[in-house]
């Protein structure tokens, strides 16, 4: 009960916080990229944030209130591709003119329409995208026929993108989720999978006061140990408050590994058709069962400088560690369908808390990955995820702007 009391703490602080940060005024236009001609009623949203708007008949567009922090401004009309802007959003008022170019088809273009989904590609693409969870199982693509879903027989690649965007309803959580100009990619040979996009978030009305209470229950359940959770937490320095618990990973080459790799080429360059002995065969099985590189983990908790720097002033918070990092969150217990046993944590003085865990991993894909107040990277490409935060999908995506403990928009009243 002392991690869950403690947790409670910690989401009255992010409230707090998060509430009482600044907020800024952004207006803009919203233009044609040839004529410069305004585009009356285009949609123009916040990437991963709720807040959305459409232009006037002048093409004009408002946004009263923003948290502070950097955004993508994306601006979308029939017709016309994509366009954004990344800003950071301060005290002072913003103004912005997004100008979309048309993709319309040039006079005798032949345009060639793609061939249908393959059901079993489609079924693997909805299934890498939305996840495995309990939360997953409650999510619907509502517009199929606008994603196309391709598989690469020669490189074991499976891709996905849409015209304009995916729609995604999200009943546990009660999100409509768009998400413009998705990339997406999976690889059989490692196993990794890869998607990319401007998403915007629309709060689905509940349809009574008892639906909108599950889906703030939900959303806090989502929150609470996800990423986003950990990057405020870190940002703020209370790891330790709010049920974190970091340890370092390193990891090097293994020495088996590079020298049966240099005994098969060998074997496979001296009979590259075969056959192979018995003896042979047997040792190719066994390279087979080598990991090319192996881990130790360092039991005791990292201190909050091993793995976060500020910048002299305190405008810039970035991620930063050595190796690999394992975060374990505790007072949570894992989906019922996340089947893999969680990572050990050693035996570490003091001991972490006893009950339910979920432990996940990080990579950065550089030196260190820029972050803010919200939770967010700023470059989401910065970090690898990898055990529990890699099974968690779309069925947990939160917007940006969610603040923990608030309830969804009240129940439609009938009349």
Same mark, same amino acid.
């Given at each position: 009960?002392?991690?869950?009391?403690?947790?409670?703490?910690?989401?009255?602080?992010?409230?707090?916080?998060?509430?009482?940060?600044?907020?800024?005024?952004?207006?803009?236009?919203?233009?044609?990229?040839?004529?410069?001609?305004?585009?009356?009623?285009?949609?123009?949203? %916040?990437?991963?944030?709720?807040?959305?708007?459409?232009?006037?008949?002048?093409?004009?567009?408002?946004?009263?209130?923003?948290?502070?922090?950097?955004?993508?401004?994306?601006?979308?009309?029939?017709?016309?591709? %994509?366009?954004?802007?990344?800003?950071?959003?301060?005290?002072?008022?913003?103004?912005?003119?997004?100008?979309?170019?048309?993709?319309?088809?040039?006079?005798?273009?032949?345009?060639?329409?793609?061939?249908?989904?393959?059901?079993?590609?489609?079924?693997?693409?909805?299934?890498?995208?939305?996840?495995?969870?309990?939360?997953?199982?409650?999510?619907?693509?509502?517009? @199929?026929?606008?994603?196309?879903?391709?598989?690469?027989?020669?490189?074991?690649?499976?891709?996905?993108?849409?015209?304009?965007?995916?729609?995604?309803?999200?009943?546990?959580?009660?999100?409509?989720?768009?998400?413009?100009?998705l990339q997406f990619s999976s690889n059989d040979n490692d196993r990794s999978v890869f998607y990319y996009g401007q998403p915007v978030f629309e709060e689905l009305k509940p349809k009574d006061e008892r639906q909108r209470k599950l889906w703030a229950a939900n959303r806090l359940t989502a929150y609470k140990g996800s990423f986003m959770h950990f990057l405020r937490s870190v940002y703020n320095d209370r790891l330790k408050a709010e049920g974190f618990y970091t340890q370092q990973i390193r990891v090097f080459d293994n020495p088996r590994y590079v020298r049966a790799e240099e005994q098969r080429t060998a074997l496979m360059a001296a009979k590259p058709n075969g056959p192979y002995t018995a003896a042979e065969q047997d040792?190719?099985?066994?390279?087979?069962?080598?990991?090319?590189?192996?881990?130790?983990?360092?039991?005791?908790?990292?201190?909050?400088?091993?793995?976060?720097?500020?910048?002299?002033?305190?405008?810039?918070?970035?991620?930063?560690?050595?190796?690999?990092?394992?975060?374990?969150?505790?007072?949570?217990?894992?989906?019922?369908?996340?089947?893999?046993?969680?990572?050990?944590?050693?035996?570490?003085? @003091?001991?972490?808390?006893?009950?339910?865990?979920?432990?996940?991993?990080?990579?950065?894909?550089?030196?260190?990955?820029?972050?803010?107040?919200?939770?967010?990277? %700023?470059?989401?490409?910065?970090?690898?995820?990898?055990?529990?935060?890699?099974?968690?999908?779309?069925?947990?995506?939160? @917007?940006?702007?969610?603040? @923990?403990?608030?309830?969804?928009?009240?129940?439609?009243?009938?009349?």
């Amino acid at each position: 009960m002392k991690y869950f009391r403690l947790f409670a703490i910690g989401c009255f602080f992010l409230l707090f916080s998060l509430a009482a940060q600044a907020q800024g005024k952004l207006t803009g236009v919203v233009r044609d990229s040839a004529t410069n001609e305004p585009l009356s009623f285009a949609s123009v949203f %916040l990437a991963n944030t709720t807040l959305g708007v459409t232009t006037t008949e002048q093409g004009t567009f408002v946004f009263p209130k923003v948290p502070a922090g950097t955004y993508d401004v994306v601006g979308s009309y029939v017709g016309y591709r %994509l366009a954004k802007q990344n800003i950071t959003v301060g005290k002072e008022a913003q103004e912005v003119t997004l100008k979309l170019a048309a993709t319309g088809n040039q006079l005798g273009e032949v345009v060639v329409k793609p061939a249908a989904n393959k059901p079993e590609e489609y079924a693997k693409f909805s299934r890498l995208f939305l996840g495995g969870s309990t939360f997953s199982a409650q999510c619907r693509i509502s517009n @199929p026929d606008d994603v196309l879903v391709l598989y690469d027989d020669s490189t074991k690649e499976l891709t996905a993108h849409a015209k304009e965007f995916v729609q995604i309803d999200n009943e546990a959580l009660g999100y409509r989720l768009k998400y413009y100009g998705l990339q997406f990619s999976s690889n059989d040979n490692d196993r990794s999978v890869f998607y990319y996009g401007q998403p915007v978030f629309e709060e689905l009305k509940p349809k009574d006061e008892r639906q909108r209470k599950l889906w703030a229950a939900n959303r806090l359940t989502a929150y609470k140990g996800s990423f986003m959770h950990f990057l405020r937490s870190v940002y703020n320095d209370r790891l330790k408050a709010e049920g974190f618990y970091t340890q370092q990973i390193r990891v090097f080459d293994n020495p088996r590994y590079v020298r049966a790799e240099e005994q098969r080429t060998a074997l496979m360059a001296a009979k590259p058709n075969g056959p192979y002995t018995a003896a042979e065969q047997d040792s190719l099985d066994q390279w087979d069962t080598l990991a090319p590189v192996l881990a130790t983990l360092n039991q005791q908790p990292l201190p909050i400088d091993s793995i976060r720097r500020v910048s002299p002033g305190g405008k810039r918070t970035f991620l930063r560690f050595n190796g690999e990092l394992q975060v374990a969150y505790f007072g949570e217990a894992p989906d019922p369908q996340y089947k893999r046993p969680m990572s050990p944590l050693g035996y570490p003085k @003091p001991a972490f808390p006893a009950g339910p865990r979920e432990v996940s991993r990080l990579k950065l894909q550089g030196r260190e990955a820029q972050f803010q107040a919200n939770g967010t990277l %700023l470059n989401p490409l910065d970090v690898f995820n990898g055990e529990y935060w890699g099974f968690e999908k779309i069925g947990e995506f939160l @917007p940006v702007d969610y603040v @923990p403990g608030s309830l969804p928009p009240p129940a439609t009243v009938r009349q």
